[in-house]
């Protein structure tokens, strides 16, 4: 009896391995298509954060003022231009590969960057192309991959530009309040299709040493404008925001200005600031010791000085000085072509020039400012 008892509970024994063998296999099976999900959403957000960190590095690249090489860094070689500046030459590209704690990039000046085919480490590749439709607006396409080669993700967005100057000054200087002159501060706009107004105040003008030259045929003291009440209307925010489109404090933090500490004489900072920068905040004031050209025709700046003028070496400014103090004091005599703002009241002493330049003031329009993605643009493929 006890042998035909073992004999039936064989089979029994037998049959349940077989079904714990079954349920082991099973588990097995579930863990290893665990796995597989697991790597496979591994190298989708791999794909998706890397696609995600090109659209961000090409929009920090393009508020980059500075001059790039092929390898996405500050050159100084005198062919190297700013990503922005090629960006209006024809569609760029560019691709990074990560390294170490950051990027590997490729940025060549037209045709093919870096192929990613082999990479090994998370990359991504960037085109920026000109909108025809649209003048200052791009089409940015990034497209990210992880570890795993074939797998990528496509992320398109629009950027477009917000200018640092929105309103081109109508007068040679324009002044919120009262306007005082003493010494022969001169000012000319001899530009019949941008009107000819020299001065444009809020308050009164006085200055019998002041010298106004307009269009052939205009009286001098036709050209001033005084005591113009849409102007002395205007809080200083309010002058600011219909020159800029943007309070004092969004226009300082957008990422293509740059500021300097100017409380005392910051000649080289400043001539080194502006090679690479159009905007420029001066805090402290604008102090100038020595002889200085500061923008070009071609590149010129826009200087917001929180502080007074002191001018005590001949200096040449190409572009906008919109000044928040009421002092300019100039002893040997600057020039600035474009136009000088000055939100407050004025009080200038010296020999200065101010020439009203459309042309240049239209330039520096185009040319400052800073990119920013277009609202509802983002677009996931």
């Avoid at 049959?15 to 665990?34: E, G, I, K, P, T």
């Avoid at 925010?237 to 409380?263: D, I, K, Y």
């Avoid at 000085?321 to 600057?334: C, E, F, K, Q």
Wanted: aromatic fraction near 4%.
């Amino acid at each position: 009896m006890k042998a035909q008892r073992g004999a039936a509970a064989l089979p029994v024994t037998l049959m349940l391995a077989f079904a714990v063998l079954l349920a082991v296999a099973f588990a097995n099976r579930s863990v290893l298509l665990q796995v597989r999900s697991s790597v496979h959403q591994l190298h989708t957000a791999q794909a998706q954060e890397a696609a995600q960190a090109g659209l961000a590095w090409a929009l920090a690249l393009l508020n980059r003022t500075a001059p790039i090489g092929e390898d996405c860094r500050t050159s100084e070689s005198a062919s190297a231009m700013a990503w922005h500046d090629q960006a209006r030459l024809g569609p760029l590209q560019a691709s990074c590969i990560a390294e170490g704690a950051g990027w590997v990039c490729h940025c060549p000046r037209s045709g093919e960057p870096r192929s990613l085919q082999h990479a090994s480490a998370p990359a991504f590749r960037v085109q920026l192309t000109a909108d025809p439709a649209q003048p200052e607006r791009w089409q940015l396409v990034s497209v990210g991959q992880g570890t795993e080669a074939g797998r990528s993700i496509e992320l398109r967005q629009r950027i477009g530009r917000v200018p640092g100057l929105d309103t081109l000054p109508a007068a040679a200087l324009s002044v919120r309040g009262h306007a005082s002159f003493t010494g022969d501060f001169t000012l000319t706009h001899t530009e019949a299709a941008s009107g000819g107004v020299t001065l444009h105040a809020g308050g009164s003008v006085q200055g019998a040493s002041l010298r106004a030259v307009s269009t052939p045929g205009t009286p001098s003291r036709a050209s001033i404008l005084s005591h113009e009440a849409g102007l002395a209307g205007l809080s200083a925010h309010g002058l600011h925001a219909s020159v800029f489109r943007m309070s004092p404090t969004n226009w300082r933090e957008q990422p293509g200005a740059t500021t300097l500490n100017c409380h005392s004489a910051c000649d080289a900072a400043l001539a080194a600031s502006a090679r690479h920068h159009t905007l420029i905040a001066l805090d402290g004031g604008l102090r100038i010791t020595t002889p200085l050209t500061l923008g070009s025709p071609q590149q010129p700046v826009l200087l917001v000085v929180n502080g007074p003028v002191e001018l005590n070496a001949a200096v040449t400014l190409h572009g906008l000085v919109y000044l928040r103090h009421t002092r300019w004091a100039d002893s040997p005599g600057a020039t600035v072509r474009g136009a000088v703002i000055a939100e407050n009241d004025l009080q200038a002493d010296g020999p200065t020039v101010i020439h009203h330049d459309a042309a240049l003031l239209r330039t520096l329009r185009e040319r400052s400012g800073t990119f920013a993605p277009v609202a509802g643009s983002w677009r996931d493929l």
